[in-house]
């Protein structure tokens, strides 16, 4: 049950507040500094995320890693665009170059309808999430078979494939959906699934639907949740800062230069299931679970994670530490503020979130030694 501690690296500062209009588009010095606040904030590793005109993540990834002495990397990717035999061969070059098990990656299968069709994407999505799961069996023969293999599926096709160069430690497989196809394939195929930061009724709800499907499958998998944090000295100064985010996020909204960030989440853009359930979350109220925030969730609309816990460190980690209680293992989160609200938080959040999860745990097996009536 040992915690993981995500952030979120990007080669320019931006955000829903501070817009996304900077220049260069890739910084190098930016995205060192970024990557090494996080390594020194006590973070674990790192994604890098994917959208059609982004940059592209393995370069990314490369950087963040020459950079850093034992931060990891999270790489997104949509499976379709690169053969898995590829993609295989890329991360185990990449995790023989920087370190065991610092290279990770996650798998979209959606994303938005348009943003796959500027790739040349025009598949539906029950076909993505299937491409998805021939992907990462391939990708993971791929990594581990130790004689060339052929394969045939419905989207790939091999005959004497094979990877001479492999992992030292196995590539951690995460991946993230909430249709009932995605649950099906991270179920059957995910090391850890990802779910967006929804309120804890409905997320208890979906851990026990991926569970109970990964086990009649014979298998566990991870959970990770994904929030934003919003931290201050007081909850009165946290609050005001949420409002003054929301103020600046709402002037920044359909405005132009922003990427076509803003434009890409309207809902008839074929908005992925998990993002239409924030959006849904943040009709019924604003905040949730005491300090659940969603006011940028019901500004930008449909996309990623957006959801943010307000309050002091303490208040915040206990926020956290509540999804722990569900049986959440992975924390992926970033700032409004990227990278000074990662160096902020390695002085108070990430050390209470550290110890408030092991406190937990430490708990949790004296519990259970108590019931077998062990000392």
Do not use: C
């Not at 915690?3 to 080669?11: C, D, E, N, R, T």
């Not at 091999?158 to 909430?178: N, T």
């Amino acid at each position: 049950m040992s915690i993981q501690i995500l952030g979120m690296v990007a080669p320019q500062n931006g955000s829903e507040s501070l817009g996304w209009d900077q220049r260069p588009i890739v910084d190098p010095a930016f995205l060192r500094a970024f990557a090494r606040a996080h390594e020194e904030a006590g973070f674990d590793r790192t994604l890098i995320g994917y959208s059609a005109s982004a940059p592209d993540g393995f370069a990314l990834g490369a950087h963040v890693l020459a950079s850093t002495e034992r931060l990891g990397v999270l790489l997104a990717h949509r499976p379709g665009f690169v053969e898995p035999v590829l993609a295989a061969r890329k991360l185990a070059t990449l995790e023989n170059l920087h370190g065991p098990g610092r290279v990770a990656i996650h798998h979209i299968s959606g994303g938005s309808d348009a943003d796959q069709r500027r790739e040349g994407d025009f598949s539906d999505k029950p076909a993505r999430y299937r491409r998805t799961g021939e992907f990462i069996e391939v990708l993971r023969r791929t990594l581990t078979s130790d004689e060339p293999f052929d394969h045939e599926g419905e989207f790939y096709r091999y005959e004497g494939a094979f990877s001479a160069v492999k992992p030292h430690a196995p590539v951690p497989i995460f991946f993230g959906g909430q249709s009932p196809e995605a649950v099906e394939v991270g179920a059957r195929h995910a090391d850890t699934f990802m779910l967006f930061g929804e309120p804890l009724a409905p997320t208890a709800e979906r851990i026990a639907l991926i569970r109970a499907r990964a086990a009649e499958l014979g298998r566990e998998v991870e959970l990770s949740v994904s929030l934003r944090p919003i931290v201050a000295q007081t909850e009165d100064a946290a609050w005001d800062k949420a409002r003054r985010i929301a103020a600046a996020t709402a002037e920044r909204v359909g405005a132009p230069g922003q990427a076509g960030w803003f434009r890409s989440r309207s809902a008839g853009d074929g908005a992925p299931v998990s993002a239409q359930r924030l959006q849904e979350a943040a009709a019924q109220d604003e905040v949730h679970d005491e300090r659940l925030w969603l006011g940028i969730t019901r500004l930008t609309g449909p996309g990623g994670n957006s959801t943010a816990p307000v309050g002091t460190a303490e208040q915040v980690a206990e926020a956290l530490l509540r999804y722990h209680d569900l049986g959440v293992t992975r924390f992926l989160i970033r700032g409004f503020d990227p990278l000074q609200d990662v160096r902020e938080w390695g002085e108070e959040l990430v050390p209470r979130l550290r110890a408030g999860a092991a406190a937990r745990e430490a708990a949790s097996v004296a519990g259970l030694a108590a019931s077998v009536g062990v000392a």
